[in-house]
């Protein structure tokens, strides 16, 4: 039976809705403020000593083929493929948790940043004493390292979780599809069903807002000087 509402959504959907709004002005918020102070902090590491642009396009790619395999999974549920729908999804979660490995490995070569520095004449350093001609000096970003850090990691940081509550949230679903029995076939294949249709929302909602993220931190963050 379709639910009669107001506004004809699903009164599910129109929730799913209001939060995604909200989250727009929570990320829009975090990254204006990254915009604000881009260049103003006082001492490094700046994007350019940090960034990997070749690696975190990798990231992005796996993110984006992940919302690919959960058009896929929506797909396979909608023609009753429950096995399909299986393998899609669970396809989603892996890719979900690459990107948060990359983000993690991210995270860990930042705040273990290194640089060569060259050794001056009279250089009290060991490895300059010792007849070295250059060092390596710890130059790692945290969030209390400057500005940047500080905004850089609450922006993304805060994409990470919603990464992880979206990976957990479609292994609940593929579990129970699996528990669930003819109960589970019935509820998740039921076109008034929502369940698929609101993770996938959510799922791609995710997705662009990392592409705005890494276009407008990664990209232009350090090809704008």
């Not at 130059?139 to 850089?152: A, E, I, K, V």
């Not at 799922?203 to 704008?224: N, Q």
């Amino acid at each position: 039976m379709v639910e009669q509402t107001t506004t004809g959504l699903n009164h599910r959907k129109m929730l799913m809705w209001l939060f995604l709004g909200s989250d727009c002005l929570f990320f829009g918020s975090f990254i204006a403020t990254y915009l604000i102070y881009r260049g103003e902090s006082l001492v490094g590491p700046f994007p350019e000593d940090v960034f990997s642009i070749p690696v975190t396009t990798v990231s992005t790619f796996v993110l984006l083929m992940s919302s690919m395999s959960m058009v896929l999974a929506y797909s396979a549920i909608n023609r009753g493929n429950m096995r399909a729908f299986r393998v899609w999804l669970l396809s989603t979660c892996l890719l979900g948790a690459t990107f948060l490995g990359f983000q993690t490995f991210e995270f860990y070569e930042f705040a273990n940043h290194e640089k060569t520095v060259e050794c001056q004449p009279g250089s009290q350093v060991p490895e300059c004493v010792a007849g070295a001609n250059e060092y390596k000096e710890d130059y790692g970003l945290t969030p209390q390292t400057n500005l940047f850090g500080t905004t850089f990691f609450t922006l993304t940081g805060f994409h990470g979780a919603h990464v992880t509550v979206g990976v957990i949230w479609l292994l609940s679903i593929t579990g129970y599809s699996f528990i669930g029995g003819r109960k589970a076939q019935r509820v998740l294949t039921d076109k008034q069903a929502l369940s698929v249709d609101l993770a996938a929302l959510y799922w791609h909602f995710v997705d662009i807002v990392w592409i705005v993220i890494f276009a407008v931190v990664y990209l232009i963050g350090v090809g704008v000087t």
